[in-house]
């Protein structure tokens, strides 16, 4: 069964950059219908898609966050990772990285998320 | 403020039944884009509920079904035969071409009764 890890500091400081790493197990994480996501949820808040990559290094971001986001694959270790940049408190938030099912529906390319890690708490702090 | 509207909470009684509606627009649901559903219980990572608007994954009850407007900008998930463990958040997931991402509804509070 696959399981997916998120491990990195739980507490960054303003302007500096947040970084954490998503483990994949029982999966290779080389699968070719399969992209790798990260997600965010702000305490209290809801769901936020951040950015996805396949295993080939090709990344797609939310144009929101594009400027400051760098996702990257490590195929040999089973990992990718998350870099965020000039994070503030508006950053704090729980992280999950997540398998992104690709598929085609109807004639349209869909994606979901399936499954995801158990998520970790990230805070923005001086 | 969320791309896909959901209403903030809902609530029913053990037994009954309740909907949960995602509305979108033409950029999103409305341009025939999949509706996915997560349910996220307290303290947890959500968990996929229903995919590709209508289909469960293995593990989850039919009691959870979902619906998309064949020409509509919604789509909704319902849950019958309600049980005390169902409380939790729900999101909907699509696409929006507008945005060039994926996107969430705000999420709803079911509250069991």
């Known amino acids: 069964q696959l399981q997916l890890q998120e491990s990195g500091p739980g507490l960054v400081k303003p302007s500096e950059t947040l970084s954490l790493t998503c483990t994949v197990s029982?999966?290779?994480?080389?699968?070719?219908?399969?992209?790798w996501g990260w997600i965010r949820q702000p305490p209290g808040k809801g769901l936020e898609w951040i950015g996805s990559i396949y295993y080939s290094g090709s990344t797609y971001y939310n144009p929101s966050l594009k400027s400051r986001v760098t996702i990257s694959v490590d195929t040999s270790n089973n990992q990718f990772s998350l870099k965020l940049s000039s994070v503030t408190a508006a950053d704090t938030a729980v992280y999950y990285c997540?398998?992104?099912?690709?598929?085609?529906?109807?004639?349209?390319?869909?994606?979901?998320?399936?499954?995801w890690g158990q998520g970790t708490l990230v805070t923005v702090s001086s | 403020q969320s791309v896909l509207t959901q209403p903030p909470s809902v609530s029913g009684a053990p037994g009954q039944r309740v909907t949960i509606s995602c509305t979108g627009t033409?950029?999103?649901?409305?341009?025939?884009?999949?509706v996915h559903w997560y349910q996220q219980l307290p303290g947890t990572a959500p968990k996929l509920l229903i995919y590709g608007n209508t289909n469960r994954p293995s593990g989850v009850p039919d009691r959870f079904s979902g619906s998309k407007s064949k020409s509509g900008t919604s789509a909704s998930l319902a849950i019958t035969g309600l049980q005390a463990e169902d409380e939790a958040d729900y999101y909907c997931q699509s696409y929006d071409s507008s945005l060039s991402g994926w996107v969430f509804g705000g999420g709803t509070k079911l509250t069991v009764l």
């Open positions: 997540t398998k992104e099912v690709a598929a085609t529906s109807t004639g349209v390319l869909t994606h979901w998320f399936d499954p």
């Open positions: 033409s950029s999103n649901i409305g341009a025939g884009y999949d």
């Open positions: 029982g999966g290779s994480i080389s699968s070719i219908s399969y992209y």
